[in-house]
């Protein structure tokens, strides 16, 4: 403790003390978002209990965005992904921007590849050529939506489209009209067809003027029981927080008229970075559908991640209604047709996700999946069916498909709880707490003179060569033979052993209470000055011919010391143990 008064020390770090200064970037160029007047709002309170729908955007919004756009073969493997995971609408293409999306369609149509539950959609603007074409490539789905768009915001009404508030309401209202005298013509009763409509650049439209021009689409589509619409309101260019979104969308949610025969379906992008606590938020506020791409895949900074969405989910114990069990086939599909690459430390499905470097969280997982394993087993049924709560891991890696492998690496700035998972993790050792510490040291020591990561393999390697070594690498004083017990007339245990000392055979023998004790006598009749501190066994396996695991702490000529045995009779494995840790006493 310092003699300094408290009052006459230096002077701590507080906000007062802690002056950041001015950047020197031009952020007077930038407007403030606005907010929603919306002091009743309902959301934040709210919980999500269910998956909402999904629509995976994956083969029109992801796919236009990659610098080499799918081949069809690419796509396929992406649509059937896509099937197989459960989703059950998903927008297949733009079928009016070229031949390629066309044909794509009409080959999954064509060869049956869409299942009768999975609606499949198409986007396209609003121009009657286009259009055309857009409802031509659906004749003979079994169930297909028509998704017709166009921007709606103040800045694209005066910058790109250079028209008025009625001028924009019409271009919705007319497409809409042409998208039902097209459906109309060319497909039959077969296609159960939909409609879904999106005023682009929702986010940065009035609320009012983005409420007008879905009232007005709604008068042209006429929803009812039976016949919905699909209203989306995408966050387009991502530019507001993810409040000031649920703000919007539960304003619209309360003043759209029809509303029970509405979708409501959120399309965020991810350009502050928010874009899944923007979904998340939307659904509290009333979103009844999210829109997005596998691991966020889309322009710039790409579309909400579906799979982390749903996955988020999973780990607040509500079914996503998507198959995320096998998340490494899921990332290899999207990696193989997108030709983009799944950052290690992504969400749920990065390689480095469920890892932990550091030795105060190795040391909390290990001690958290002791503590599983205790758990079920009081409650009598099987970890993988216990309620799971162990530190550091939101969920288990085992529900996704991992393995426990690399849930712990070691590197410098591990301890001795993760080298103790991976022992007891790989090779079902169980290292009393003093052992890891000391084991931890040894490794430690290795890291700092090589540097990197210290693989599970080495691990081992490094711990057979200490502890256990093999009889074709022997070390130290002593190699292990035959042994037999026996008593005396007194009571007293004796033990005789079989050995090679110094490179010479010799019988040791001693007399003690108990087998060990008269092994520690026998090594004094070579001069090793060895007592017992510690030990503790445990087995490895079940049934006959399982083997048991001896730890024992020794100090042998005035070293203290832990050695190891492993064998498929306790005794030996506890003589082994001895002779481990003399042998490291000893060793040259």
Known sequence: MSDTPFNERPTPVTAATVRQQPSGMPFQRYVPF??????????????????????????????????????????????????RMGYKEIEVGFPSSGATDFDFVRSIVEEGAIPEDVTISVLTQAREDLIARTVESLVGAPRATVHLYNATSPLFRRVVFKGSRDDIRNIAVDGTRVVMEYAEKLLTEDTVFGYQYSPEIFIDTELDFALEVCEAVMDVWQPAE???????????????????????????SRNLSRREFIALSTHPHNDRGTGVASAELAV?????????????QG?????????????????????????????????????YCNQMVVPERHPYAGDLVYTSFSGSHQDAIKKGFDALEADAAAAGHPVGEH????????????????????????????????????????????????????????????????G?????????????????????????????????????????????????????????????????????????????????????????????????????????????????GIDTSIVRASIKAVVSAVNRAHRG
């Open 34 to 83: 606005g907010t929603v007047d919306l002091p009743d709002r309902t959301w934040p309170s709210k919980v999500i209990t269910k998956a909402p729908r999904w629509l995976s955007t994956d083969l029109r919004d992801g796919n236009q965005a990659l610098i080499d756009p799918m081949s069809p073969a690419r796509k396929r493997a992406m649509f059937d992904l896509l099937v």
């Open 387 to 450: 309620t799971w709560g162990v530190p550091y891991l939101p969920i288990d890696p085992k529900d996704v498909g991992r393995s426990y492998e690399a849930v712990i690496r070691v590197n410098s700035q591990s301890g001795k709880g993760g080298i103790a998972y991976v022992l007891k993790n790989d090779h079902k050792l169980d290292l009393p707490r003093r052992m890891q510490i000391e084991f931890s040291k040894i490794i430690q020591a290795k890291t700092d003179t090589e």
């Open 226 to 252: 039976g016949r919905e619409i699909i209203l989306n309101l995408p966050t387009t260019v991502e530019r507001s927080t993810p409040n000031v979104y649920a703000d919007k969308i539960e304003w619209m």
């Open 452 to 564: 990197g990561e210290v693989t599970p393999a080495e691990i081992w390697s490094t711990f057979e060569d200490e502890y256990l070594p093999t009889p074709d690498a022997p070390w130290g004083r002593i190699q292990l033979g035959a042994y037999a017990t026996g008593s005396t007339a007194e009571g007293k245990d004796t033990i005789t052993v079989q050995a090679v000392v110094d490179g010479s055979p010799v019988e040791l023998s001693g007399t003690g209470d108990g087998p060990l004790d008269a092994f520690f006598g026998a090594l004094a009749s070579i001069g090793v000055d060895a007592r017992l501190l510690d030990y503790v066994e445990h087995t490895l396996s079940q049934g006959s011919g399982a083997q048991a695991a001896s730890y024992w702490e020794c100090a042998v000529d005035g070293q203290v010391l832990w050695g190891v």
């Open 299 to 335: 322009e710039r900074t790409g579309n909400l991640d579906l799979v982390n969405v749903g996955m988020n989910l999973f780990s607040q114990g509500v079914d996503p209604m998507i198959d995320f069990s096998d998340i490494d086939e899921i990332r290899r599909t999207y990696e």
């Open 284 to 296: 509290m506020a009333g979103a009844d559908r999210v829109e997005g791409c596998l691991f966020g």
